[in-house]
């Protein structure tokens, strides 16, 4: 104990405190810097350590101070630190797409409809052999 309170619960708390101190630098860094590629480090870097501190501490509370194992939490924090650099790299390389082929940085426009009015949710109806494709009945 130090200074009436339990050492799990104190490491606890400093994670916790610490990963919400990076989502709150991640999430600044989104909203106030200039382009894209410089936006793409707030949430990848600083949120993602945000998450796993948060994560790490529920970890450390319900081992230490309940006893239990839980899985829940790592899992949830290999799945993030797996995904958010592939996500950014794939919003990345859209990104370079778009300048190499000369399109001005923004959002990108609608898609256009489809040529022959068909519905939106297919730009072509399923082939014969194709998912989707059922013969007549």
Do not use: C
Not at 17 to 39: K, N, Q
């Amino acid at each position: 104990m130090i200074g009436g309170f339990p050492l799990a619960e104190l490491l606890t708390a400093a994670l916790i405190v610490v990963g919400a101190s990076f989502a709150l630098i991640g999430s600044w860094g989104l909203v106030r810097l200039p382009s894209l590629m410089e936006r793409l480090h707030g949430p990848t870097k600083a949120s993602t350590l945000g998450l796993g501190g948060m994560l790490i501490g529920s970890v450390v509370f319900f081992q230490l101070v309940k006893g239990e194992w839980t899985t829940h939490e790592l899992l949830v924090s290999l799945f993030l630190f797996v995904t958010a650099p592939i996500a950014a790299n794939m919003i990345a390389k859209v990104h370079l797409h778009r300048l190499r082929l000369g399109e001005k940085p923004g959002p990108a426009d609608p898609p256009t409809a489809p040529r022959d009015g068909s519905d939106w949710a297919t730009y072509e109806a399923p082939r014969e052999g194709t998912p989707g494709w059922f013969p007549d009945e």
